[in-house]
C-alpha cells in the first residue's frame, strides 16, 4: 500500500475508533429551536421533502457527504453509501480521489457510478493539489473518472499543518481556482473540511469561480485530533490536541455567507449527526445537509443499518416540517419557525 492509503485506512479507522469529535465546541445548532405548532393543518403523508441541487432533483435534501476510496476497506464503503444513495435519490461525494491519479488501479474503489447511475455525484480533489504539480487535466481526470456532476474542492490548512508530511503552500489558490471554474465543463464546489468557510472566505471563493459552498463547520469530526492520533512526533502530535476544538460553527458559517449571498446553493455539513441537525440547517438558509460520520457508522456495520439511517432522517425530516405547520423545504426556509434559544 502507498503512504496515501495507508492514510484512508487510519482515516476511516482513528474515525470509527478513537474519539475524535469536538468536544468543547458544537456546531452551533443547539442554539436553535423550532416553534411547535400544535395544530398544523396538514396530512402527515403529504409532506413533500424534495429538492434541487445544481440542477437535479433530489427525494430529500440529504448529502452523503465525502469520506474515502482508494483501498478494499474504501470500496465496499462507497459502494454501500453508492447503493443507498441510488435506492433514496439522494446526494453524494466521494472522498479525495489524489490516491486514484497516482495509483491509476485504484480508481474502481471510487467506481460509484456502477451502482448508483442516477445521483447527484461530486468529485473531490483537495484544492491544495493545485500547488502540487496537479491542473485542469488532473480535474477533468477525476471528473471522468467518475462521470460526476460536480467537483469538489476541499480546502484543509489545518488538517494540512498536523498532518505528517502536510501540503502547506496555500499561496495563490485563488487565481488557480479561478482557471479550473473557467475551464471545467462542472460546476465547482468549495467544501472545508470541518473547520468552516466564513462569509468573508465564501465571497472570495465565489468571485473566484466557484458554484456552490460547502460549509463544513465545526463542530463534528475534529481532523485535528484525528491527523493527531496519527502522528508520530510528538510535536503534530500536540499540535492536534491545541487545535482539537478550532473553527468557526456550522450555523454561524450558514448566517454569515447567506447574508452575503442570498442565492449561492449551500451546503451545511460539521456535525450534523441527525433530520432535526439538517431541517435546522435548512431553516437558516442552507440547501443541503450533509452528513458523514452517521453514514460511515452505518455502512461500516451493514447495508440493513444504512436503510434504517435514511429511513430514520427522512422520518426525523418530516416530523419537524409537520410540527412547524410545513408542507416543503421551502415553506420552512422561508418561514418563522426556528428561534435562537441563546437570545
Known amino acids: 500500500m502507498s503512504n496515501t492509503q495507508t492514510r484512508k485506512d487510519d482515516h476511516l479507522r482513528i474515525c470509527l475508533e478513537e474519539d475524535v469529535q469536538f468536544r468543547h465546541f458544537s456546531n452551533g445548532l443547539d442554539r436553535y429551536r423550532f416553534t411547535h405548532c400544535c395544530l398544523p393543518e396538514l396530512d402527515l403523508s403529504e409532506i413533500d421533502l424534495s429538492t434541487t441541487f445544481l440542477g437535479k432533483s433530489l427525494s430529500a435534501p440529504i448529502l452523503i457527504s465525502s469520506m474515502t476510496g482508494g483501498t478494499p476497506w ?8 453508492g447503493e443507498i ?5 439522494l446526494a453524494m461525494g466521494v472522498g479525495s480521489q489524489r490516491v486514484a491519479i497516482e495509483k491509476p488501479e485504484v480508481a474502481e474503489t471510487f467506481n ?3 451502482v448508483a447511475p442516477d445521483i447527484l455525484l461530486f468529485a473531490n480533489l483537495g484544492a491544495v493539489q493545485l500547488n502540487y504539480k496537479y491542473g485542469i487535466e488532473q480535474c477533468f481526470q477525476v471528473v471522468e473518472l467518475l462521470q460526476a456532476d460536480a467537483l469538489i474542492f476541499h480546502i484543509n490548512p489545518l488538517q494540512e499543518c498536523i498532518q505528517p508530511q ?23 464546489i468549495a467544501k472545508e473540511v470541518g473547520n ?10 465565489i468571485e473566484a469561480g466557484v458554484s456552490a459552498i460547502d460549509v463544513a463547520g465545526a463542530g463534528g469530526t ?6 493527531s492520533e496519527r502522528a508520530q512526533n510528538p510535536l503534530q502530535r500536540q499540535l492536534g490536541k491545541t487545535f482539537a476544538d478550532w473553527g468557526i460553527s456550522t450555523a454561524d458559517c450558514i448566517l454569515q455567507i447567506r447574508q452575503r449571498y442570498p442565492e449561492i446553493p449551500l451546503i451545511a455539513s460539521g456535525g450534523v449527526r441527525n433530520g432535526l441537525d439538517v431541517a435546522k440547517a435548512i431553516a437558516l438558509g442552507a440547501d443541503l445537509g450533509g452528513l458523514a460520520f452517521p453514514f460511515l457508522q452505518a455502512a ?17 425530516i418530516t416530523t419537524v416540517l409537520f410540527c412547524t405547520g410545513n408542507a416543503t423545504l421551502s415553506d420552512l426556509k422561508s418561514g418563522d419557525s426556528l428561534d435562537d434559544s441563546s437570545c
Open 222 to 227: 475534529s481532523w485535528a485530533k484525528v491527523e
Open 112 to 114: 460509484v457510478r456502477s
Open 74 to 81: 474504501a470500496k465496499t464503503i462507497n459502494f454501500r453509501l
Open 85 to 89: 444513495a441510488q435506492t433514496y435519490n
Open 196 to 205: 468552516g468557510i466564513s462569509g468573508k472566505m465564501a465571497q472570495q471563493l
Open 166 to 188: 502536510g501540503d502547506t503552500n496555500f499561496k495563490g489558490l485563488l487565481d488557480k481556482i479561478n482557471k479550473v471554474c473557467s475551464g471545467i465543463s462542472v460546476p465547482v
Open 300 to 316: 461500516s456495520e451493514s447495508p440493513e443499518a444504512l436503510h434504517d439511517l435514511v429511513k430514520l432522517l427522512i422520518a426525523e
